[in-house]
């Protein structure tokens, strides 16, 4: 796409984030099914939900636009996928293999945690209010789901991994 204004801008990371919201919707109950911890899998199934809810927000931006979709694709959640599919052929045990997805998704929302701070900030320079609503939404819970996922891996180190060390935090 011809990215000439701040709103043109905007809409390319709009369709950035959403290609990488569809494949991460896509991902989230690949990553459950590895995973040996409920509490790990009920966390990225819950997600998977709410990043359905964050498809639809962004939708609703490009209403709000009344833009059209542009087919922009985001590599980083290709590579993101990627990284998974390569750990998966060095064939790890289920404990490793927990331990990696939850540090894969806790990447993943770090991305997403990115994208939207940006996405938010340039919504209230050009003075899109629901826009900025909605928006705000997907980052609290992107927020909220790395601060789950970074627990779950600590928690689950500690219990899994022989001699693990308590942190102290
Ligand atoms: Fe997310």
Redesign the pocket.
């Known amino acids: 796409m011809d990215v000439q204004t701040i709103r043109d801008l905007f809409l390319h990371d709009l369709g950035d984030i959403y290609d990488a919201?569809r494949k991460?919707a896509k991902m989230?109950p690949i990553l459950a099914s590895e995973v040996i911890d409920n509490p790990s899998r009920e966390a990225l199934q819950e997600?998977e939900r709410?990043?359905l809810q964050?498809i639809a927000n962004l939708e609703r931006c490009f209403q709000i636009l009344n833009a059209r979709m542009p087919n922009t694709t985001c590599p980083v959640a290709d590579a993101l996928q990627k990284e998974h599919d390569n750990f998966l052929k060095e064939g790890p045990p289920q404990v490793l293999l927990t331990l990696f997805n939850l540090g894969a998704?806790a990447k993943?929302?770090h991305y997403?945690i990115a994208c939207y701070r940006g996405l938010v900030a340039k919504a209230k320079l050009m003075g899109e209010e629901e826009c900025y609503r909605l928006l705000e939404e997907?980052l609290r819970?992107?927020e909220e789901?790395?601060q789950r996922v970074e627990r779950l891996e600590q928690q689950f180190g500690q219990q899994h991994i022989p001699h693990a060390q308590q942190a102290d935090r």
């Open positions: 919201e991460i989230l997600h709410e990043t964050q998704a993943t929302e997403e997907n819970q992107e789901m790395a």
